[in-house]
């Protein structure tokens, strides 16, 4: 072993497990035989002494017996902090859920109040155009029509054109039950629903009976002669 | 019961687990700050801070990356340099700092001259181990915490690889760097001290 090596391998010929431990039969050899080294090793050696008291001298140093109090009350207030917010966050779920089933159920509840009084019949793709030499008679007072729209009478009975399947109604709906609503709608409206505005006369609002399907999808549009209305 | 154990239990709610844990883990981690200090109330305040982060916010431990020895060392190393970036006075052995600090207390032959100790019977002293101290502490940070794992708390260079999250062959580096720093520091606070005591001695004749 030469002095370098010696130096490499010094600091740790007392740790077991590393090279300097190994190896230090022969650096101890080499110490002997090496003034500057000798004087090393002891200086190391000195140091290690000092070292070690410094260590057993601190070995029973620990915080306070008030911290322990501390942070174990700490880690209460923390975990009751951390609790409450989970029960926080499981009534916000709780209500957040029940008020989706009190919708839910007001809704079905009006939905199941508007059911069709019978089924109707539709010829949705096939069904004739609206009879243009009728069309004429639905010019009328668009007050009338608003209060007709409401009328509690039986629309079933109302003679008008026939249903026209709107343009994107479904197929498979059509016979299969749904209602029948008066609406006044005005000729802009009816225009983008395909039916034919220009013969309607003056009036703004228009009357008509609407085929919704089961969904609440519109399916088919008939225009409401005025005489039926006025009975 | 292992710590993985215990700070499981921790999480759910058990206060003795982590009374347990604490009791278990904070003499390493106080002894650590006061070392790296030389301050027993920044020590104090440092071990609270460690544990304190670990009762607010333990999901930040992940066993995935070290033991948890490991991650409150870490803590702990960050608190300390926050401390002494708040507090530059606390920044040991500063350079400005009295040579006094050095000096061992007043031998007790009477003379009030200090004896001529060699090198190594001053190390021997228990009246230099406060010397030792303070030349620790004026390592540099990386090369004083390896010192202090290794030499004052007794830890393998794997352990206190795990503890400062760095591989084995840095801190047997830094620890034989470190070493020949204080043994050089050492040497040089003697031989002034020699001087001075030679001085003295004239003075006196």
Not at chain 1, 54 to 78: D, N, V
Request: hydrophobic share 40%; with cysteine; charged share 25%.
């Amino acid at each position: 072993m030469n002095c370098t090596q010696f130096e490499e391998a010094l600091h740790d010929l007392d740790r077991p497990g590393t090279q300097g431990f190994a190896s230090r039969e022969d650096a101890l050899a080499h110490a002997e035989s090496c003034g500057d080294c000798a004087q090393l090793l002891t200086h190391s050696e000195s140091l290690d002494l000092a070292l070690r008291k410094i260590s057993q001298g601190a070995s029973e140093a620990q915080a306070s017996a008030h911290m322990e109090k501390l942070l174990r009350e700490e880690f209460r207030q923390q975990w009751a902090k951390t609790e409450g917010g989970n029960q926080r966050w499981q009534s916000a779920l709780l209500a957040t859920a029940a008020g989706l089933l009190l919708a839910l159920g007001f809704s079905l509840h009006y939905w199941s109040e508007r059911q069709p009084v019978g089924k109707v019949s539709v010829s949705p793709v096939t069904a004739p155009a609206p009879d243009e030499s009728r069309l004429s008679e639905f010019a009328m007072n668009a007050g009338d029509w608003e209060e007709a729209a409401t009328n509690s009478q039986s629309l079933d009975s109302d003679s008008a054109t026939d249903f026209v399947a709107l343009p994107y109604a479904d197929d498979s709906m059509a016979g299969e039950g749904g209602a029948i609503v008066r609406v006044v709608l005005s000729r802009q409206a009816l225009a983008s629903l395909g039916m034919p505005v220009t013969d309607l006369g003056s009036a703004d609002r228009i009357p008509a009976d609407i085929v919704v399907s089961e969904d609440g999808a519109p399916q088919a549009i008939r225009l409401v002669a005025q005489s039926d209305v006025d009975e | 019961m292992t710590d993985d154990r215990l700070l499981e239990r921790m999480l759910a709610g058990d206060e003795e687990a982590f009374a347990d844990l604490y009791r278990r883990k904070h003499p390493a981690i106080y002894r650590f700050a006061l070392h790296m200090s030389g301050n027993a109330a920044m020590a104090e305040d440092v071990t609270q801070e460690v544990f304190m982060a670990l009762i607010r916010e333990p999901k930040r431990f992940d066993p995935q990356r070290g033991t948890l020895s490991a991650f409150l060392f870490g803590i702990a190393r960050n608190h300390l340099r926050k401390r002494w970036e708040q507090d530059k006075r606390l920044l040991p052995m500063a350079p400005d700092m009295e040579e006094d600090d050095f000096a061992p207390a007043a031998s007790s032959n009477g003379s009030g001259h200090k004896p001529m100790l060699t090198f190594v019977d001053e190390l021997e002293s228990l009246d230099t181990i406060g010397l030792v101290r303070r030349t620790i502490s004026t390592l540099p940070e990386g090369y004083r915490e390896v010192v202090v794992l290794c030499e004052l708390e007794e830890m393998s260079y794997e352990e206190a690889a795990a503890a400062l999250g760095c591989p084995v062959g840095t801190v047997r580096s830094r620890l034989h760097r470190g070493r020949a720093i204080l043994l050089e520091k050492l040497r040089d606070a003697h031989e002034a001290r020699s001087v001075s005591a030679v001085a003295n001695r004239r003075g006196g004749e």
